[in-house]
T-cell receptor
Framework: IAGITQAPTSQILAAGRRMTLRCTQD?????MYWYRQDLGLGLRLIHY???????GKGEVPDGYSVSRANTDDFPLTLASAVPSQTSVYFC?????????????FGPGTRLTVL | AQSVTQPDIHITVSEGASLELRCNYS??????LFWYVQSPGQGLQLLLK??????LVQGIKGFEAEFKRSQSSFNLRKPSVHWSDAAEYFC????????????FGRGTQLTVWP
């Protein structure tokens, strides 16, 4: 069982380019999340999805979009990357979003926008 | 508004010494409280969580945490630190109607001297 996989592991991207970070989980969890981690700021929620077909905005959603076409996949898209989006991005999932269940995290994607 | 405060950015302890990492939260009702650990280059792993009941909770790797409502705190402790405990530690809360969404502190980096 892989848990949560993220791709790519790392990426260097020119400003203005479009980029999709991929996230797949095999635990059949209903809820999924995207966080960005920046030094000294901890993790901040970008977008979340309580169940397939629904998404919501977190603390720092600007410049990002997500979709949840099925239970397993939750891609994060940067439509036009900017240097301030340089960060480490973590995808997470939990059994559901109602009871504060444990969130399981992927290994992260390190993104550099030049 | 910051929901979670970790006052110590960096802590250094000697191997075998005791450890206490501080976490304070700001929320009127009792939140759901978590401690996560992140080893270098890795995703986050849950150490322990508190929802209700006994205010002293035991976690993995010999860690424990105590919920103190009067102090709005959820400090993480370990009686004897091992070199492998060197990592970054994050306190997180889930609250109210958004129980599935975690709000993280900024993290405490733990260095362990041999």
């Amino acid at each position: 069982i892989a848990g949560i996989t993220q791709a790519p592991t790392s990426q260097i991207l020119a400003a203005g380019r479009r980029m999709t970070l991929r996230c797949t989980q095999d635990m059949r969890h209903n809820a999924m999340y995207w966080y960005r981690q920046d030094l000294g700021l901890g993790l901040r929620l970008i977008h979340y999805s309580n169940t397939a077909g629904t998404t919501g905005k977190g603390e720092v959603p600007d410049g990002y979009s997500v979709s949840r076409a099925n239970t397993d996949d939750f891609p994060l898209t940067l439509a036009s990357a900017v240097p301030s989006q340089t960060s480490v991005y973590f995808c997470a999932s939990s059994e559901d979003s109602l009871r504060g269940n444990e969130q399981f995290f992927g290994p992260g994607t390190r993104l550099t926008v030049l | 508004a910051q929901s979670v405060t970790q006052p110590d950015i960096h802590i250094t302890v000697s191997e075998g010494a005791s450890l206490e990492l501080r976490c304070n939260y700001s929320y009127g009702a009792t939140p759901y409280l978590f401690w996560y650990v992140q080893s270098p280059g890795q995703g986050l792993q849950l150490l322990l969580k508190y929802f209700s009941g006994d205010t002293l909770v035991q976690g993995i790797k010999g860690f424990e945490a105590e919920f103190k409502r009067s102090q709005s705190s959820f400090n993480l402790r370990k009686p004897s630190v091992h070199w492998s405990d060197a990592a970054e530690y994050f306190c997180a809360v889930a609250r109210g109607s958004t129980l599935g969404r975690l709000y993280f502190g900024r993290g405490t980096q733990l260095t362990v001297w041999p």
